[in-house]
């Protein structure tokens, strides 16, 4: 059992090390994001210049929700590991760990959580920046129960996120590009995942379909459950469903992974 999870601690230093030395590369998009953050307060300042309160949150709170939707996203954004895979499956390094007793996914996420990790320290530095600035206006809900909830949530929304992306690089087994399908779900995500405005400001039935949808919780939900949008009599609730998800994306991994190494077997042999 030790011996087994050695391999993937052992993924995961790697995984640290190599995502360090692009450590410029995370601090230069985490600064580029302040410019989001002028961006969402010019925007959503004027739309709250005509009254005090959208949707029952005044500005504060929409600000709160933006910036902790931001800073979610670099703790467990799953980035590009789509494309890694990706091409992992295209070059044939996928051939190494059909010999080895390594589990693929396990191998693969051990990095994912090390580069989450290097990403989301990172942005906390333009964070420190910009505190002066916005801080003022943050207002997060004083309920003990949210941070223990909330932690729950966003760890298993970096599981939602990272096995949608698992999914879509094991579509290069059928297809030789899947640019295509990973632009169509940034898309999808960036209107039902609430990165573009909160989700409970949309009409009501896009709003429960949502609800019903992987993107729902990939990080919208832990960050309603911070900033005060969600009570706990529905965190429970939608808690049990992102579970479901968790568990519906992983038997998806495996079975893509099953199907797709019987495919890869056929061409290569």
Known sequence: MLSSLNKYRHAFLVGLQSNLVYRWNFAARGFFSLFH???????WGAAYAGSPSIGGFDFGQTLTYFVTL????FFIGAFNEDYQISEEIRNGLINQFLL???????YRFSIFVSARLVSGVLILVPLVVALPFIGPYLTFPHELWRLPVGLAATLLSAMVQFSIAYCFGMLTFWFLEIQGFV????AIEVLLGGQMFPL???PAWIFRIAQFLPFYYQAYFPGAIFTGRIGADLAAHWLAIELFWVLALLGLNQLLWVRGLRRHTAVGG
């Not at 002028?38 to 925007?43: D, H, M, N, Q």
């Open 37 to 43: 953050l002028a961006v969402v307060f010019i925007l």
């Open 183 to 186: 632009i169509l779900s940034m």
């Open 70 to 73: 931001l800073v979610l996203q």
């Open 100 to 106: 080895k007793p390594i589990n693929y996914f396990l």
């Open 200 to 202: 409970d400001l949309m």
